[in-house]
């Protein structure tokens, strides 16, 4: 059974920073690309960043404008998202996900149907 467990986000003031982590069971966590994806209410699912099962290769959604980071503990089966410079305008649900296939990596399609394991999702709420 594929489990994806999320941290507990939080609520930060604007310009504050937050570290989301999500820990993966019952799977090789090493053989496998992550992403984190975000959903604000009434919207889809919108794709962050995409890290290879090395850590080696990364995508960033070009807004966040190197505010986030991504990287991956092989050893712990653990993914995170750094999140400095914080706005309101990223208020959200944070989800982390596994790529459904094993080795694969891009950066040109990275929508929700390429992703079959999901975290239960953690709120970030940004005040201004």
């Known amino acids: 059974q594929v489990q994806l467990v999320e941290s507990r986000g939080g609520s930060v003031q604007a310009g504050g920073s937050l570290r989301l982590s999500c820990t993966v069971s019952?799977?090789?966590?090493?053989?496998?690309?992550m992403a984190w994806f975000r959903q604000f209410p009434g919207k889809d699912r919108e794709c962050l960043t995409v890290?290879?099962?090395?850590?080696?290769?990364?995508y960033y959604e070009r807004s966040l404008k190197g505010r986030f980071t991504t990287s991956r503990d092989n050893a712990k089966n653990t993914v995170y998202l750094q999140m400095n410079s914080l706005k309101p305008e990223d208020t959200a649900m944070y989800y982390c996900?596994?790529?459904?296939?094993?080795?694969?990596?891009?950066?040109?399609?990275?929508?929700?149907?390429?992703?079959?394991?999901w975290g239960q999702g953690t709120q970030v709420t940004v005040s201004s």
């Open positions: 019952g799977l090789p966590f090493d053989l496998y690309t």
């Open positions: 890290i290879d099962r090395y850590g080696a290769r990364t």
């Open positions: 996900a596994v790529r459904n296939e094993r080795y694969y990596y891009t950066e040109y399609d990275n929508s929700r149907i390429r992703y079959n394991y």
